[in-house]
């Protein structure tokens, strides 16, 4: 997820930076036969008996990922569980139930939690998933919101992992990468006429039925939601499936607000379409002879734009702009200078 600010980090950490801590911090756990997919993708899979769960979590910290004077408490809470929902859709499953940690300092106004909460339960019911449970704990500063969600794949569909790319795929995005960038750059600055990119940016929609429509076409072999920016998680396709994702600048999908705003910013529309994060789109690799069939029915199925902006090619994991590595690739909560 984009950020609003970081306070610094240790040196070592900042040399890592997120991917690495991550990777670091994972070597040394044990496995389990029943473990399908553990750390690495949007979700990790356990089998259960007949069933196959998928679980992850996602965390949102007061002044990291949200401001109390940019957001209501309402969109607060839909926000949290959009997020959460968006790795289920990113493997294709269906959401079951969603636990929350609540941190909060012990002044918190009850009727702001409460607000809080009433944001969560608008997002989940308009997917039918319910709030099982959870835990709250007294933070010395701010607030904290940590939602884990269960789902589940069906039996008949298989899960799409970030490693399924294949040499000869084109690369697809669905909305306007960047628009929730934007939208942040328009809150820091007060443009508040700006009511289509502030809104990605403080309501995004989980792509959950998209996702599980994508998971059933068998032409779709990779995918992964757009939470730390375009080619940031593109490279976490590369780097999976062993593969170079190449795209193309002028495909880029950019929509009349991000052409019309982004100039004043001093920057292009489409570097915010390849950095932006927190749009909680999907990215996602089809087969060339699949593709007509696919882009077509997706666009008649939802209202929603779908672009091809690349393609997959043989080669070192690596994420290239017209045939050049991008260096501006996304959010990393600990890389130096963040």
């Not at 899979?45 to 990291?64: H, Y």
């Not at 926000?79 to 002044?107: F, Y």
């Not at 045939?323 to 600990?334: E, K, V, Y």
Request: hydrophobic fraction near 40%; aromatic fraction near 6%; proline fraction near 5%.
């Amino acid at each position: 997820m984009a950020r609003y600010r970081s306070d610094g980090a240790m040196s070592g950490i900042g040399a890592l930076g997120e991917f690495g801590l991550i990777k670091a911090l994972t070597a040394g756990l044990p496995g389990a036969s029943g473990l399908l997919c553990g750390p690495g993708d949007d979700c990790a899979i356990v089998q259960m008996g007949n069933t196959r769960v998928l679980l992850s979590c996602d965390a949102m910290i007061e002044e990291v990922h949200f401001r109390r004077d940019w957001m209501t408490p309402e969109a607060i809470g839909r926000k949290a569980a959009a997020v959460a929902l968006s790795d289920i859709a990113a493997m294709g499953g269906a959401a079951r139930c969603l636990l929350i940690t609540l941190g909060c300092p012990a002044n918190t106004e009850t009727e702001y939690l409460s607000r809080l909460y009433a944001g969560v339960s608008d997002l989940t019911r308009q997917f039918d998933v319910p709030v099982a449970g959870g835990d709250t704990v007294r933070t010395l500063n701010g607030i904290m919101l940590d939602i884990a969600v269960v789902g589940e794949m069906a039996p008949d569909v298989e899960p799409r992992y970030r490693s399924g790319a294949k040499p000869g795929d084109i690369i697809a995005v669905s909305g306007y990468p960047g628009s929730a960038a934007l939208g942040m750059t328009a809150l820091e600055r007060g443009d508040a006429e700006q009511t289509a990119l502030i809104e990605a940016h403080t309501r995004p929609r989980p792509r959950l039925k998209e996702g599980a429509w994508l998971a059933r076409q068998t032409g779709v072999h990779a995918m992964i939601d757009v939470s730390d920016g375009l080619a940031q998680d593109l490279g976490h396709i590369a780097e999976r499936s062993g593969v170079r994702v190449v795209i193309e600048k002028d495909k880029l999908p950019v929509s009349q607000e991000m052409r019309s705003y982004a100039p004043t910013t001093g920057r292009a529309p489409e570097e915010y379409a390849l950095s932006g994060g927190e749009d909680y789109e999907l990215a996602f690799t089809i087969a060339p002879d699949a593709e007509a069939d696919v882009c077509a029915h997706f666009t008649a199925a939802f209202d929603l734009p779908l672009t091809c902006i690349g393609t997959v090619q043989e080669g070192e994991p690596a994420v290239l702009l017209n045939g050049h590595p991008i260096t501006q690739r996304g959010f990393d909560h600990f890389a130096a200078g963040k």
